[in-house]
C-alpha cells in the first residue's frame, strides 16, 4: 500500500499534481483523435471517391462496344453520303440529252440524212452522220450556224464513200446555252 502521509498539504498536492497529469493526458488524447478523425475521414472520403471513379470507368469499359458500333455507324453515313452528295450534284447539274436533240432535229434537212454517233462533255457534243446528199450536210451545218442555241458548230470532216454513194460527216458543236446553264448552276 501507500504510504501513510499525515500532512494533508503534500497528500492535496499530489492529488493535485495526479489530476492534472490526467487532464493533460487526456487533452493529448483528445487532440490525437481529432487529429486522426481529421486525417481519417478525408482519406477515407478520397477511397470511396477512388472506388466510385473506378466503377464509372469500367461501366465505360463495358459500354465501349456500344462507342465502337456509334463511330462504325458514323464511318457507314459518311461513306454513303458521299455518293448520295455526288448524285445530287449531277441531278443539279443535268442535262437533258433528248431536249439537246429535240433542238438538233429541227435543223436537219429532209433528205435523207442520218445521225450514227453523237457524243456530249461538258457543253460540247460531235454529231457524226451520213447523207446522200452533199447539200443536205452544208444545209445542216448554215442552219446550226445561224441558230442561237447551236451557232458554234463547225465541220469537222466531210467525205465521200463511193461504194455506198454517201457522205459521212462529223461535226463538232459547242452549246452555247448548255455552258451558260452550267455557269449559272
Known sequence: MRDLNLVPYEIKEKKLKLEKNRKYTSYVILVLCIIF??????????KSLENKAAGLKNQVDSKAYIINRYNEVTNSISQASKPIAIAETIDKNKVYLSNIIDNISK???????????????NGDMALNGTSSNYNSCCEFIA????????????LNSLT??????????????????ARSNEQAK
Open 37 to 46: 478523425v481529421l486525417a481519417y475521414f478525408p482519406l477515407m472520403y478520397s
Open 107 to 121: 435543223y436537219t434537212p429532209s433528205s435523207n440524212f442520218k445521225f450514227t454517233a453523237f457524243s456530249y462533255q
Open 160 to 177: 465521200y464513200n463511193k461504194d455506198d454513194k454517201t457522205y459521212t460527216f462529223s461535226i463538232i458543236i459547242t452549246q452555247k446555252e
Open 143 to 154: 442552219n446550226l450556224e445561224t441558230s442561237e442555241e447551236f451557232a458554234a458548230a463547225k
